[in-house]
């Protein structure tokens, strides 16, 4: 679903800006991807277990 909304995102900012929408829905979908990878890489190393 994030990736979903990052796309739809890139989308409308690419409409709105006069670029083209499929590279910007490439790059804000693959920069949140690495985030989210980077994000869980980093959880994982410190033991974060997602429980509060």
Do not use: C, Y
């Amino acid at each position: 679903m994030v990736l979903l909304a990052l796309a739809l995102t890139g989308s409308i900012s690419a409409r709105l800006g006069g670029a083209n929408p499929r590279r910007a829905v490439l790059r804000v979908v693959f920069g949140g991807a690495v985030a989210m990878v980077v994000t869980f890489a980093i959880g994982a190393l410190v033991g974060a277990t997602g429980a509060g």
